[in-house]
């Protein structure tokens, strides 16, 4: 006890001291500044000058608490979620971290800052909260503002009807009713709903939706547009829009403009290629019109391509073919290999394909980077190519390079080929293989460069044609001379691998060249050398050709199987055939027999194709315009008659682009075609006889067996036969080509037709399709076709699959792409049911409820109507099917800048076969 009361005395004692020292200082505070200042005592031994001066810290402290207070704020993630209970979390973590001292007289400096933070905190938040919210709300309404324009808008295009603005305003005035109710201020929501008005318009370039600032709203007396502040709004949506436009047009030409080219491109290709493997070879029709689509001078430039390229190739400038090998290099295209081969400078088709396949692998190598032929290494290699075969005494340039001389272009050529053939090859090869097969290559050209020889010389560079011809030498003077006879002494044909080397070769690239197999082509040969049947031999050689039952078609043979020289002959033509080309004259009465069956048919032909009217078999296009006048054809030759038809194609005022000649009007690449199948030499009279045979041979091409004997109907055979003989009319009685009007009606066709197709059980003598009359035949692309629509379907498209191709030409050329590519992307097939239409096929889709409108967009091309196509062949109207194809043409139309719709989008009416250019807004 004793202890406890000495241990509290002493607290009092020194409580009572501090009180002391304390009201001491406070009464003698003057005395101790005073100290201070004399320098009687030390600073920090005055406690007035230490508690001034800790006051002073926290004064500072809070000062620049607020500050940093003020940065954390700004940064912080909560600040805009309208949260009160984490900005006091937040608000406490700051305040609580900050704090870094327990000195009370620091303390009560700082105190007053943070009182003063915490009020003013929460006041900036509060505040702050509010605008966020009110905001907000302003935004959400703004955004249904946008979707309600987004939505009439797109109703719009849809449907093509104009926007109800009565009615949409209606709307939005009933959304600014709603929103004013909750405590929306009037000017707020009219200052968004003028943004979103203006923006939308700029953006849906729809400039229709600024009809709307011309109203005005429950509480304003002026239209929206006069307001100062929302005219302005307007005027710049205005100029954007007229920017825009602009903008549009420029790319939608720069568009066109490049799928112009890239189609042009094509078109010159194909023609470039055509004429490059056959001079003589006819260009389609439609082919030509669209070329001249782009160039208006085509045709002058086809008869000038064909005339340089039949004068032959003794005319060809070796020096200038290299150097347009090395614009090729450079850059040259297509094109300017076309135009120099129309002026001349190309004469030999060869040369032309050559420089055709140049232009392709350069331009591909270009869009891959360059590849090989732009490395150092390469262009190390062909700057000391340019060297080593350069005059002698001649110096480089600025740069190092020297002039480069034919013999050296030669060894680039064969240089940077090389290189872009290897790299074809080898894809995936590494870099370090790539410089390895270079510097391999590069040192094998150099070696061939003969540094002893004029820098004109030919002998200064051995190229790779000349090392091929050099090996053909070396191997022909090793071969000895081939005893045909010996070889095939035999009682049958001599096995492969016992003939010489150099006749194994000659049998396989004669095969190649014939389109049989070397055993066949041995085989022949063995028959031919024994004497026997050639014409049996061969037919045996030959499979019997197949008819499509659904277009009454040949079937092509697969490739490498077009069968024997006299195969076709015998199968097709019979016995008047087989005594023409054996030599022999043939029997009166099989000849008559022959010609008899088909003469009907024959003389269809004859009066639908206007011969008849004129020289019959004696006619040329065009009555003569194209040959000098009248000619006597059943005098000449086979091989005259090819030379007359090369004379008429390279006639300058020939815009047909044909060489139909005789009486059934046969091309060029038609007869040639003909006279290989058929075994005959050159010098073979063109007489009526061979042209009545000709004719049946291409008459049972096109299905005749087939019909004959019931296996296919009339429908699908006439429209066979108007694909070979545009005269006659297809099942419908339409032309079968674009803009092609048949010369007969059906009526015509069907009495050639009669007594030629005998019935049969279930048969019906004359199809429905062509007398309107009796049960049809349902082809297989309308098997699942209701019954009671089958008609309707024959009569629109007797064909659909094909007739496919053709549908597809007569529309817009970007909207065929299109399609083309729409194929190539969609997991299901389809066929072009309907493409350009004429006004009475448009009447009749109105009738039949095909169509809801007269004026389609079928009837310029710029619409089509793709018909799924199951497994088995058959149209189908399946929406999965359909809405399959709608994306691949969507996705289709994106990848190639086209703008088109799809008549399933439509609101009111749906049309989901349908798929249309869109015209550009303007």
Do not use: C
Not at 17 to 26: H, L, V
Not at 855 to 879: C, K, M, Q, R, Y
Not at 890 to 896: I, V
Request: proline letters at 5%; aromatic letters at 6%.
């Amino acid at each position: 006890m004793s202890a406890f009361l000495a241990k509290r005395n002493a607290k009092a004692e020194e409580a009572d001291k501090i009180r002391a020292e304390a009201a001491f200082n406070k009464n003698n505070s003057l005395g101790w500044a005073e100290a201070v200042r004399q320098g009687k005592v030390p600073a920090h031994a005055s406690p007035i000058f230490m508690q001034s001066y800790k006051a002073a810290q926290g004064n500072l402290a809070g000062i620049q608490l607020r500050d940093q207070f003020t940065k954390e704020y700004l940064s912080w993630d909560g600040r805009s979620k309208n949260d009160p209970q984490a900005f006091q979390a937040f608000l406490g973590e700051f305040v609580s971290k900050s704090i870094g001292t327990d000195d009370v007289d620091v303390l009560r400096g700082l105190n007053p800052h943070i009182e003063a933070l915490k009020s003013d905190a929460y006041e900036v938040f509060s505040s702050e909260s509010a605008k966020s919210v009110y905001s907000g709300a302003i935004s959400t309404r703004g955004a249904i503002l946008g979707r309600t324009l987004e939505a009439a808008s797109d109703d719009e295009l849809t449907t093509g009807q104009t926007i109800d603005h009565e009615g949409l305003w209606g709307d939005l005035m009933e959304q600014r009713r709603v929103a004013l109710e909750a405590g929306t201020r009037a000017e707020d929501f009219d200052g968004q709903l003028v943004e979103i008005i203006t923006s939308k318009a700029v953006s849906l370039n729809n400039p229709d939706l600024l009809g709307l600032l011309d109203r005005t709203t429950d509480e304003a007396g002026l239209p929206l547009k006069d307001y100062p502040k929302f005219g302005s709004m307007r005027d710049e949506a205005v100029n954007a829009l007229e920017t825009t436009g602009r903008q549009r047009m420029l790319d939608r030409d720069r568009a066109q403009e490049k799928a112009d080219k890239e189609r042009e491109k094509a078109v010159v290709v194909s023609v470039a290629r055509t004429i490059a493997q056959d001079p003589s070879a006819e260009i389609p029709e439609e082919v030509l019109r669209e070329w001249e689509k782009y160039n208006p001078k085509a045709r002058k430039d086809l008869v000038e391509l064909r005339k340089s390229l039949l004068d032959g190739e003794d005319l060809e400038d070796p020096s200038e073919i290299l150097r347009l090998h090395r614009d090729v290099a450079e850059g040259a295209d297509r094109e300017e290999i076309l135009a120099a081969a129309a002026a001349g400078k190309i004469r030999n088709p060869q040369t032309l394909t050559g420089l055709l396949d140049r232009v392709e692998k350069y331009q591909k190598a270009r869009r891959e980077g360059g590849g090989m032929i732009e490395s150092q290494t390469s262009k190390r290699f062909v700057k000391e190519i340019s060297r080593r075969t350069a005059p002698a005494g001649l110096e480089a340039d600025l740069f190092g390079n020297f002039a480069t001389t034919d013999e050296g272009l030669q060894a680039i050529q064969d240089f940077e080929f090389g290189l872009m053939s290897w790299e074809e090859k080898n894809p995936d090869a590494s870099l370090i293989e790539r410089e390895r097969y270079a510097n391999e290559l590069g040192e094998v050209i150099l070696s061939r460069i003969n540094p002893d020889a004029d820098a004109m010389d030919p002998t200064k560079y051995t190229g790779d044609a000349d090392l091929a011809q050099q090996k053909a030498q070396e191997q022909t003077s090793q071969e000895p001379p081939v005893d045909i006879d010996s070889l095939y002494q035999g009682d049958q044909p001599p096995a492969y691998e016992t003939l010489p080397k150099a006749f194994q070769e000659y049998l396989d690239r004669e095969a190649g060249a014939m389109g049989i197999t070397r055993d066949e082509l041995n085989a022949a040969i063995w028959s031919e050398t024994k004497g026997t049947d050639t014409e049996a031999q061969q037919r045996d050689l030959e499979a019997a050709p197949k008819v499509d039952p659904e277009t009454g078609l040949i079937v092509p043979p697969e490739q490498g199987d077009t069968g024997g020289d006299m195969s076709e002959l015998a199968d097709s033509l019979g016995s008047l055939i087989d005594g023409y080309v054996s030599g022999e004259e043939p029997a009166a009465v099989t000849a008559t027999e022959e010609a008899g069956e088909h003469r009907p048919i024959l003389d269809l032909l004859g009066d639908s194709e206007g011969t008849d009217k004129g020289r019959g078999y004696n006619e040329t296009l065009a009555y003569g315009a194209y040959t000098g006048g009248p000619v006597e054809l059943t005098k000449m030759t086979l091989g005259e008659v090819k030379e007359l038809q090369r004379n008429m194609l390279a006639h300058p005022d020939n815009s047909w682009n044909s060489s139909a000649v005789g009486r059934y009007q046969i091309v060029g690449k038609t007869l040639r075609s003909l006279q290989q199948q058929m075994g005959l030499p050159d010098d073979t009279i063109f007489d009526e006889r061979l042209q009545d045979a000709m004719a049946i041979q291409l008459v049972k091409g096109r299905g005749y067996d087939a019909w004959r004997n019931g296996e296919i109907g009339n429908g699908a055979f006439l429209t066979a036969l108007a694909q070979e003989w545009a005269s006659l009319p297809t099942a419908r009685g339409q032309g079968f080509y674009p803009n092609q009007r048949a010369a007969v009606d059906k009526s015509t066709v069907m009495s050639a037709f009669a007594g030629l197709r005998p019935l049969s059980a279930g048969q019906e003598a004359i199809d429905s399709i062509l007398t309107d009359s009796g049960p049809q035949e349902v082809p297989p692309a309308y098997a699942k076709i209701p019954d009671d629509e089958v008609e309707q379907f024959l009569q629109w498209n007797p064909d659909p699959v094909g007739n496919h191709e053709v549908n597809l030409q007569t529309i817009k050329p970007q909207l065929a792409d299109v399609v083309r590519r729409a194929q190539e992307l969609a997991g299901v097939r389809f066929v072009v049911g309907s493409g350009k239409r004429d006004a009475d096929l448009q009447k009749k889709a109105v009738e039949w409820g095909w169509s809801q409108t007269n004026e389609s967009n079928h009837l310029e091309g710029d619409a089509v109507d793709l018909w799924p196509i199951d497994e088995e062949g058959a149209v189908v109207f399946d929406e999965d099917m359909q809405e399959a194809i709608a994306q691949a043409m969507k996705q289709a139309a994106e990848e190639l800048g086209v703008t088109i719709g799809w008549g399933g989008d439509w609101k009111r009416w749906k049309d989901r076969p349908h798929f249309e250019l869109k015209k550009a807004r303007t």
